[in-house]
């Protein structure tokens, strides 16, 4: 049954619209509104002016980010959308605000209400989207797997127009209604809230596949109805589901009850919930203002970045967000829902069942090998690519093992989530003040590729070429465009004035270790990234092993462009550090920490 494959898939994407974790790991955003007495949006605002609060904790913030998307319409012309890929590329665009209009035929009657919402839905589409801005249109018996935003304004007109309210027509219009959709009033009704239902979680979960920004889900509608479900049923969506999958997404919901308030019709109870506990707003019949209200809602926000302390265990954890400034009027979503265990569950399962069959080579099990310790840094690359560094040495004592094997050579093998090979070749083990000569084998290996999976094969050797071991893993490559970061620190050791002296130099080679004495001497090096036009303002201190401040840091920028930390060790105690690394452009600030041990 179309309905019933439809809605399973859809919870199962509900649970990873939110990638479900256990380790409490998982970052967490929720977008936050700021205006002041007046109604007049802050924009303003620093990182330090915010507080993020669940229960009676205080919620430590990773970042904070201004977005202020383009609400005019005289921008160029847009590029056509024809791929999942042209789609996402679309959507990763600041500018670009994401708009998704369900037309539910089956809950709106014909006359009127229908005139209504084609007039009111295709001025909003005339007036209040930015050729920037991307939308899609979707009825009730949509394929559910068909959904794609587009620029096409056009094509969004056309199927607003071919909008017909069905509320209370019965008469089957195609084999599916015939066949699914059939029986008593009451029954066809039941069935119909549910596809309802069910395209309304699609939407919510493919718009949160897009973008960790705030998108907008307007329904016109009154009332989606319930959906009693009955035994074996119970993976078909409810509201519940929807308010879910929609907070998870940071999707908020806009009803749209096109029926005549002369008429004194209460406001259904199910629309008033999907506003209230999605940060939307219930939009009656004289819906332009309210439609409005929706673009300035998407215009100009915050989104706010945590981790929360919890495992996913399927529970609502409630949040307060406050601002530190007088007259501030805050708006923010009531708080986040974390996957539960059986929705992972069902993920995985539904993956491995629809995965296409590719004979591809058996590929080795993952294995971190204790003979070696590698490190990897990321820094950004040629446009739209990461760049990054690989370096290694051997494990100074592997435990257990009873039998020393000495390690000498590395051969380092990188392919992308295709398959397409990026470095395969050796690589010699660093250490203090190591350079990269010439015509030996380079100490580090650099290359750029573009965001995703990337995975990794080391084969370990002696120095007669035996094969000692075999690492194996993957690494997630992050995008470092377009927003405020920082490249992965590198640090060099020396253990002698001369050798200091040779890390001043390009040809320097970064070290793996994160153990040191305290008779050397280090020099971490990095990047900081601004926003366009607003170079990032850096600072640095050192931190003990409670996370507490001991003394700044002073960075100074060094001949490549980046900046450099110059940290003799001598002054400090045996024990476990942190440097602290913060970045602010404009009004995002972002911090790194790098951990380090002293232990002699």
């Not at 998108?215 to 509608?221: E, M, P, S």
């Not at 995008?479 to 890390?503: C, H, Q, W």
């Not at 970064?510 to 004495?517: D, G, L, T, Y």
């Amino acid at each position: 049954m179309r309905l019933a494959v439809a809605a399973l898939l859809m919870v199962a994407q509900a649970a990873t619209g939110t990638p479900p974790a256990t380790d409490g790991e998982r970052l967490v955003t929720v977008d936050v509104a700021v205006t002041d007495a007046r109604g007049r949006v802050l924009t303003d605002l620093k990182p330090s002016d915010f507080e993020l609060r669940e229960g009676s904790g205080l919620l430590p913030l990773e970042s904070v980010r201004l977005v202020r998307a383009s609400a005019g319409a005289g921008a160029e012309p847009q590029a056509t959308i024809q791929s999942a890929a042209d789609e996402r590329t679309a959507a990763g665009q600041d500018e670009a605000r994401l708009f998704a209009i369900f037309l539910d035929e089956y809950h709106v009657a014909d006359g009127a209400e229908t005139d209504r919402v084609r007039d009111t839905l295709t001025r909003f589409v005339d007036h209040d989207v930015s050729p920037r801005d991307l939308i899609v249109v979707m009825k009730p018996l949509d394929s559910l797997f068909a959904i794609r935003l587009t620029h096409d304004r056009g094509a969004v007109r056309r199927a607003i127009e071919s909008f017909q309210g069905r509320k209370g027509d019965y008469q089957p219009r195609n084999a599916y209604e015939r066949d699914y959709i059939a029986g008593t009033p009451a029954r066809i009704d039941a069935a119909r809230s549910q596809v309802a239902l069910s395209a309304l979680n699609a939407l919510a979960v493919h718009l949160g596949s897009l973008t960790d920004r705030r998108k907008t889900l307007i329904v016109a509608t009154e009332s989606v109805g319930r959906s009693d479900r009955r035994r074996g049923q119970e993976y078909l969506p409810t509201i519940d589901t929807v308010i879910r999958s929609a907070n998870r997404s940071n999707v908020s919901v806009y009803p749209f009850d096109p029926r005549d308030a002369a008429s004194g019709a209460p406001a259904a109870d199910d629309l008033r919930r999907l506003a209230d506990e999605t940060d939307g707003r219930s939009i009656a019949a004289d819906g332009d203002t309210g439609l409005r209200r929706i673009t300035v809602d998407s215009s100009a926000y915050y989104l706010l970045s945590f981790r929360p302390a919890h495992p996913d265990d399927g529970q609502f954890r409630q949040l307060e967000a406050r601002v530190k400034r007088a007259g501030a009027v805050v708006r923010a979503r009531k708080g986040y829902w974390t996957a539960s265990p059986d929705e992972a569950l069902r993920t995985a399962l539904l993956a491995k069942a629809n995965a296409p069959v590719v004979v591809m080579p058996a590929e080795p099990p993952p294995h971190a090998s204790a003979l070696i310790r590698p490190w990897f840094g990321m820094s950004r690359g040629e446009p739209g690519k990461t760049r990054v560094t690989f370096v290694w040495e051997p494990a100074a004592h592997v435990p257990g093992d009873r039998v020393r094997r000495t390690v000498s050579k590395l051969v380092f093998e990188a392919r992308s989530s295709d398959g397409t090979l990026v470095f395969e070749g050796p690589v010699a083990p660093t250490g203090p003040a190591a350079v990269d000569e010439p015509a030996g084998t380079p100490a580090r290996v650099v290359f750029d590729v573009p965001p995703g999976r990337l995975r990794l094969r080391m084969s370990i050797q002696d120095a007669a070429s035996t094969v000692l071991d075999q690492d194996v893993r993957e690494l997630s490559i992050r995008s470092l465009d377009g927003d405020v970061t920082i490249g992965t620190p590198e640090i060099m050791r020396a253990r002698t004035a001369r050798d200091f002296r040779v890390l001043d130099t390009d040809a320097a080679v970064p070290v793996s270790a994160r153990e040191f004495s305290r008779t050397e001497h280090l020099l971490i090096r990095f990047r900081a990234y601004g926003l366009a036009g607003a170079p990032a303002v850096v600072s640095a201190r050192l931190l003990d092993r409670m996370g507490h401040a001991m003394r700044s840091l002073e960075v100074t920028p060094d001949a490549n462009g980046g900046h450099a930390i110059d940290l003799p060790l001598a002054a400090f105690a045996p024990g476990d550090y942190a440097i602290e690394i913060k970045a602010i452009s404009g009004a995002r600030e972002v911090t790194d920490r790098t951990s380090i041990r002293i232990v002699y």
